[in-house]
T-cell receptor
Framework: KAGVTQTPRYLIKTRGQQVTLSCSPI?????VSWYQQTPGQGLQFLFE???????NKGNFPGRFSGRQFSNSRSEMNVSTLELGDSALYLC????????????FGQGTRLTVV | GESVGLHLPTLSVQEGDNSIINCAYS??????FIWYKQESGKGPQFIID?????DKRQGQRVTVLLNKTVKHLSLQIAATQPGDSAVYFC??????????????FGKGTKLSVIP
């Protein structure tokens, strides 16, 4: 059974640009959550999607957005990139709801220059 | 405040010894905790979880202890192996009003195993 797949693995962007990251959950998983990991702040919750609906959102500015498709695949978008957005972005999927065991992908390493 | 934190940022143990990683939490209403292991270049990997109606849970070479009185949990790894070298996070899986859950992570402890 394939795990959570995130693409791309690495990305370099310039300040002011926007970026889209993709996450394919484990087959059958309907909940997808996104996290940002930085050395200074650790792992922080961005948002969670279930059945194409955002159910929960962390304390991040509106530049961070996401969506989920009918096949449960999810994308997150960051607009007007800032240097501080450089981080490892992790996606996690779980079965019916995110209260169950969450499985993480390997993440997308975003560097903003 | 609502936070999950680690007592020690780094831990070095001799191969074959037992490892103990500690974690404190502040929200007395927390009822579900998870330990994750993150190796370099990888995402966090689920190790073991525990709910507040339990004091102890055992897995393969790992044991999690939960002390609700002092709001503390620990991860014990028996017979630590080089492959156990990683950063370990405790996380609280908290239910939000929307029926969703979100993980609140501690800062992490880096475990180094000395061969």
């Amino acid at each position: 059974k394939a795990g959570v797949t995130q693409t791309p693995r690495y990305l370099i962007k310039t300040r002011g640009q926007q970026v889209t990251l993709s996450c394919s959950p484990i087959s059958g998983h309907r909940s997808v959550s996104w996290y940002q990991q930085t050395p200074g702040q650790g792992l922080q919750f961005l948002f969670e999607y279930f059945s194409e609906t955002q159910r929960n959102k962390g304390n991040f500015p509106g530049r961070f957005s996401g969506r989920q498709f009918s096949n449960s695949r999810s994308e997150m978008n960051v607009s007007t990139l800032e240097l501080g957005d450089s981080a490892l972005y992790l996606c996690a999927s779980s079965l019916e709801d995110s209260g169950a065991e969450a499985f993480f992908g390997q993440g997308t390493r975003l560097t903003v220059v | 405040g609502e936070s999950v934190g680690l007592h020690l940022p780094t831990l070095s143990v001799q191969e074959g010894d037992n490892s103990i990683i500690n974690c404190a939490y502040s929200n007395s209403a927390s009822d579900y905790f998870i330990w994750y292991k993150q190796e370099s270049g990888k995402g966090p990997q689920f190790i073991i979880d525990i709910r507040s109606n339990m004091d102890k849970r055992q897995g393969q070479r790992v044991t999690v202890l939960l002390n609700k009185t002092v709001k503390h949990l620990s991860l014990q790894i028996a017979a630590t192996q080089p492959g156990d070298s990683a950063v370990y996070f405790c996380a609280e899986n908290r239910k939000s009003g929307a029926g969703s859950y979100q993980l609140t992570f501690g800062k992490g402890t880096k475990l180094s195993v000395i061969p």
